[in-house]
Structure formats: C-alpha cells, structure tokens
C-alpha cells in the first residue's frame, strides 16, 4: 500500500522536472544565441570602424584590447626616466698621436669628427691643409711676434666608431697611422654619444702639461694664432670658460624624439644656464678634474655644450663671451659676401662649413692677413 500510494506521487515529479529541464535548456539557447547576435554586432562595428580610418584590417588588439596593453612597449616617463639614455663611461682612446715632447703646450684643439662616411675625412683634410696646419701663413706670421712665437699647440680629431656593415673603421686607423693626429676610442659614433666623446678628449688631453682647451667640430675654421693672442691679452685668465655663449636660447626641449631634448631626471629646470655652443668653447685645464668628479653628481646627458654649462654655474665659473667668435647658419655664403672689415675681426668661424668653404676663407685670408696690401679695420 505505501509503494502504490508514493507511485502516483513520483511519476508527476518526473514530468515536472523534465519540463522545467526543458524550459531551462530553451532559455540557455536563446541566452546564448543573444549574446552571439551581440558579438557579432560589436565586431562587425569594429570592423567597419578600422576600415573607414584605415586601409587595413582590424588586428586581433583591436578586438581584445587588455591583450593590446599587456603587449605594448611601455611609454617613455620623461619625468622619472633618462631620457635619451647615455651610457656613460670614461673612455681611454685605444688610437693617440705619438707626442714626443710634451711641456708647455698652451692650447690643446680637440675637434670633434665623425667616424662614418668619407664626408669627414674630407673635412678633416681641409683643416689639415687650412687652419690646422702649423706651416698657415697666420702662424707663420706669429713667429715673428714676440708675445705668440714660443706659445704651442695641438691638433687632434676626436673620433668614436662607425661600427659593422662599412669599412670605415679601417680607413679612419689608416688615416691616423698617416697623420698621427687622431683619438680614436671604441665608441659608437652617434650624436647621443658625444658627451662621450668629449671627455675622451678631455681625459686624453689632461695627460699633458696643458692651460687651455679649445673644443671645436670639423664643419668649422679657426684661426688658432689669433686665438692664442687673445688668452695672451686676457692675461691668462683661470678659471676660464669662454666662447660664442647662447644667452637667450636656454630652454630645455622635453619633446620626445627632439634632438635636443632630455628628461627631468637630467636636468630638473626649465632653462639652462648660459652656455657655449659645441662648435667652439674654451676651457681651463685647471677645471678638468672638476668636471671628472662632476659626472658622479650629475648623470652626463647628450646635450654636451649645455651639460658644460650646467657645471660651470654650479662651480660658479662665469661663462664668457668672446665676440671675435661668431656663429651663423649660413656661414659659408657669408664669407664670400661679407666685406673685408667683417670677416678680419673674426677668429673663430662656423659652422656648417663643406671643405670647399674652408679652403675660400683660407685664401681670402692669406690675401686680407697676410698679403702684401693687409687690410686694416
């Protein structure tokens, strides 16, 4: 009597549950094919989207965007990050002139060149030829002058590596071994490593019993006697730290990919100080070990004139300006248009200048300086 009492009771529970299995299995279609009608709604508006800005289809990033930012490179902090990188170092050159007497040098020329492309080669014979040649008719004439004839200088190019894929780096070891004029140190030769570069040169040239460097570049003419006149006037001034000085273009590029520019962490200030352009300043050599320890207190960045800059305002080194320096962006058109009185009172001139330009100034020198009519301004 109990089984055929309950018998009733479970057949009807059966059929409930499989009607509302059933009623269950309906609604998880119908969910389901809801929610694909609203993928595929969503895709085809991405797609649309992607193809009417752009010729291309749209990436699977598009589609899964937490995909896209887990696979992204990580943006540039130009607060918290160097920027750009330099990855400085004290560098000995492994190619240096052979000098065999040192004493009494007063002015060494660093010059800094390039290591890639027979462009700088052919610059660096023109200055050889020109205003880097101790045999000039300028400083043939300061031998006869008593207050310049036993006052000495040296020349060096400056020169990094221009690495795989040329054969550059041999023909620049060739043209040192030729001209025993050149630092050539295992650096990659690029515009982020000139700061490099430049204490290269400068550690190189603290070996020697030095007081004054003349840092300068290839693409410009000085006219070394001159210059020599003028530390002799200035009574030998120390500490010193001269040369065409930016007064009013001191503001610091933050723009990324700017070739100028720089992160905060460099340098925390709005301004720079005043400076001296790279194509050609002056330094004491009293402040080389200065700016040796200087790169253990501020990070050296690739904006090598202004970096200087920054140390000489934080040793409190006034920064002058010499105005027998000049510098234009059109100087090689300049020279052959300006009258004799401008171009006579100039002693270091730039920049830009092709060989071609600095074999005309040489001679026009040779005519205005040296010639038998010297002109007098």
């Known amino acids: 009597m109990y089984l055929s009492c309950q018998a009733p009771n479970l057949i009807m529970t059966k059929r409930r549950y499989k009607l509302q299995f059933k009623r269950t299995s309906k609604q998880k279609l119908v969910l389901f094919v809801v929610l694909f009608l609203v993928f595929l709604a969503w895709s085809s508006t991405l797609y649309i989207a992607h193809k009417s800005s752009s010729p291309r289809l749209p990436a699977v990033s598009d589609w899964f965007p937490l995909r896209a930012m887990a696979n992204a490179k990580p943006s540039i902090d130009i607060v918290n990050d160097y920027y750009p990188f330099v990855d400085f170092k004290f560098v000995f050159p492994e190619i240096s002139p052979k000098v065999h007497t040192t004493p009494n040098i007063l002015l060494m020329v660093l010059v800094n060149s390039g290591a890639k492309g027979d462009r700088f080669r052919k610059l660096r014979k023109a200055i050889r030829q020109t205003w880097g040649n101790h045999g000039n008719c300028e400083q043939r004439k300061a031998l006869g002058d008593e207050r310049l004839k036993d006052l000495r200088w040296l020349l060096v190019f400056v020169v990094g590596k221009a690495g795989r894929g040329t054969n550059d780096d041999e023909l620049n070891r060739a043209e040192a071994r030729q001209y025993n004029d050149m630092l050539i140190g295992n650096i990659t030769d690029n515009y982020i490593n000139n700061v490099i570069k430049l204490y290269m040169g400068l550690v190189w040239a603290s070996r020697f019993d030095i007081k004054y460097i003349l840092k300068t570049d290839d ?159």
């Open 219 to 377: 693409d410009v003419y000085v006219r070394i006697p001159r210059i020599l006149e003028y530390l002799v006037n200035a009574t030998f001034p120390k500490p010193f730290c001269g040369g065409v000085t930016y007064w009013h273009f001191g503001k610091v590029y933050r723009e990324i990919g700017a070739k100028w520019a720089i992160s905060w962490r460099y340098y925390g200030e709005t301004h720079f100080p005043k400076y001296n352009p790279g194509a050609f300043f002056i330094l004491s050599s009293d402040l080389l070990n200065r700016l040796f320890n200087y790169v253990y207190i501020r990070k050296p960045f690739h904006v090598d004139d202004a970096y200087i800059g920054v140390a000489m305002r934080d040793f409190g080194v006034k920064v002058t300006k010499i105005f027998s320096f000049a510098l234009k962006p059109n100087m090689s058109e300049y020279i052959r248009n300006a009258g004799h009185c401008d171009i006579l009172p100039l002693h270091a001139i730039g920049h830009n200048m092709e060989p071609e330009s600095t074999r005309f100034l040489n001679n026009r020198l040779k005519t205005l300086a040296c010639g038998r009519k010297q002109i007098k301004c």
